[in-house]
């Protein structure tokens, strides 16, 4: 079920968080990622097409304390693995540019997804 063999692998991380999966139709776009799983849950939530939803959850997860790297590396580690750098928000925050452009962020673009 989970994808890591310690908790220092997923340190950052939130326990669960929104995301927007691009390509999807409204209404079937926005999804769940939990910690440790693979896969997300699609949810029934209806925020529009990707771009609305996009900053909508954006700002649900900020509200909650979940920035975009650790947002992006949920939905990472759900879809790819919980063992690569790019699970890891420190990683994104070091080296991905738009993680570091906390007004970008805020306008609740997408950074990588």
């Known amino acids: 079920m989970t994808g890591a063999s310690s908790g220092d692998e997923m340190a950052g991380l939130p326990l669960r968080c929104h995301v927007v999966l691009p390509g999807l ?39 909650l304390g979940i920035d975009a ?22 990683f994104l925050r070091a080296a991905a540019r738009g993680f570091k452009n906390v007004e970008w962020q805020a306008r609740g673009d997408s950074v990588l997804h």
């Open 69 to 90: 790297a650790a947002e992006h590396a949920m939905l990472v580690g759900c879809l790819r693995g919980w063992n690569g750098e790019v699970a890891c928000p420190d």
């Open 25 to 63: 139709p409204a209404g079937a776009n926005v999804a769940v990622c939990e910690r440790g799983n693979h896969g997300v849950r699609i949810t029934s939530i209806d925020l529009g097409g990707f771009s609305t939803a996009r900053r909508l959850v954006r700002a649900l997860n900020d509200a």
